[in-house]
Structures are given as structure tokens and as C-alpha cells.
């Protein structure tokens, strides 16, 4: 027995520490993984990027920060943006739209939807070299909103009442505590329709359009990717093989290599990324969707 044990020691002996360290090394391996992840992916420098623009556009710190890196980087000679987005808050939207333009300015750039490209995404979209729409998307919901609930009758029911101090007619415009006045509703409309005015204004002026026909291809119409490419949002509808194909022949380059984003990660920032934003569309604000 004793020859039996020491013959089958280099089998058993790692068995049983495993059985008994099984939590240290699940962890040790999800670490080498990472690690030597990472290690293979930097061993050709990537000359394209895909950056994903996934979910509510809320805070877009992670996106800007990848596509401000790609614009600086000079391995990178184009980026793609993988767009699935069904739109969201106004400032983030045109701070995207924004920065891929400047990113254009360095590169070329070539949008893909993927999915839903409505809205706040679709500004965010608007100055690439080329948008191009997978057959089955839905594109378009160029229009602002704003929402708020009126809890008043809730208050009443369980007995609370608000108490304000203010200097400014128009302070409490967009009040939940009870119905708005056709005065605020006048003031939020005024701040809608700026918006919306500036939001035709950069469309048409990025996609070659006549701002005066925006209910054509504005007005808040959802379209087919076929429907979208024929009011002028989309260049092509085609999958995402001939967005690659596009994205390497406007970059020329020979060898094309893409990133290879590091899937702890990616699964991070899309947790990070949906709790913020169930947690935010609780809240009152003015959206692109």
C-alpha cells in the first residue's frame, strides 16, 4: 500500500491541494488569465479601434477617454464606433458627437448601429466619415423630451405637504410636487424647442441635409435601416464585415489589427454602466431620446 501511495503521490498531492485551496486557486487562475490576456494582446500594437456605445448614454466618461487615447495614439490610424444605444441626456450626447468630430478631424472614423441608433446616440454619431446601419436596426428618434411625475395626490394620501421660499417666478418650473402651470409649461417649451433647434442644426449641417426639411428626416420618426439611409441619416446598410472593410480602406493600412478589449473589464464598465443608468432614469431631465 505504502509503494502504491508514493507511486501515485505526483497525481493525488495536487488533487488534494486543489480540494483544499480550491478558492485561492479559482482566483490565481482568473488572475493568470487576465494577465496573460493582456500580455498577448500587447504583443502586435493595434492599428484600429472599435470602441462600443452600448445602453443609455448617461456618463460618458469611459467612452471619451477611449476615444480621446485612439486620437492620440499614433499606431491607431482609424476607429470604429459600435453603436447600440437607444439615446439619453442631452449634454453627454453632444459631448460625444463632439469628440468623435475632433477625432475625425485626426482619423477616419466609421459608425456602426448594431442595434438602435435613436436619438441621443444618433447625435453622437452624426460626423463620422461614414454611418453604416446593420439591416435589421432601427435609426432615427431625432426629438428632445422632458418628463416629470406629478406625485401630488400621492403626498395627499399619506399626508405631506411642501413648503417653499423662492425669489424668481419660474424657480419651481419642473416641480413634482404638484401639476405645472400653464406659465412653466411655456418655459419648458422653450428650452425643448431650443434644444431640438440645435440638434437639427448640427444633423444637417454633418449629414449634408436641409435643416427647413427636418420633419422629413427628424420630427422624431423611427426608421428601418432602409428607410434611414433613404432620408440621408445612413451612408449604407451592410453588416458589420463590410464596416470593417469600409473603416480599413479609408485607414490604408496594410496589416489591419483591432484591439482586443480585456473582458474583466468590459464586463465591469457594462455593470457600472446599467446600474448608473437605472438608477438615473428615476430622476427628472432633459433626454435625446
Known sequence: MNF???????????IKFIQEHFKTVFFLTIVFYI??????????????????????????????????????????KGVMINVNSPGGAVAPSVELA?????????????????????????????????IIANPGSMVGSIGVIMQGANVSELMQKIGIKTQTVKVGEYKETGTPTRAWSDLEKAELDKVIKDTY???????????????EDHKIYANAHIFTAR???????????????????????LSKVAKPIWNKEDKFEK??????????????????GLKAY
Open 4 to 14: 502504491l501511495r508514493i507511486l501515485f503521490l505526483p497525481i493525488t498531492a495536487p
Open 35 to 76: 494577465f496573460s490576456s493582456s500580455e498577448t494582446t500587447n504583443i502586435q500594437k493595434a492599428n484600429l479601434h472599435k470602441i462600443d456605445l452600448v445602453g443609455p448614454i448617461m456618463m460618458v466618461d469611459d467612452v471619451l477617454e477611449k476615444i480621446q487615447k485612439a486620437k492620440n495614439d499614433p499606431a491607431v
Open 98 to 130: 463632439y469628440a468623435i468630430k475632433e477625432l475625425k478631424e485626426v482619423k477616419p472614423v466609421v459608425v456602426y448601429a448594431s442595434g438602435v441608433m435613436a436619438s441621443g446616440s444618433y447625435y453622437a454619431s452624426i460626423w463620422a466619415n461614414k
Open 197 to 211: 433647434d440645435i440638434f437639427i442644426s448640427d444633423v444637417s449641417s454633418a449629414r449634408g441635409l436641409k435643416k
Open 227 to 249: 428607410q434611414a439611409k433613404e432620408v440621408g441619416l445612413v451612408d449604407e446598410v451592410a453588416t458589420l464585415s463590410k464596416a470593417k472593410a469600409d473603416l480599413i480602406n
Open 267 to 284: 464586463f465591469m464598465d457594462k455593470l457600472v454602466s446599467q446600474t448608473i443608468s437605472k438608477i438615473d432614469m428615476h430622476f427628472n
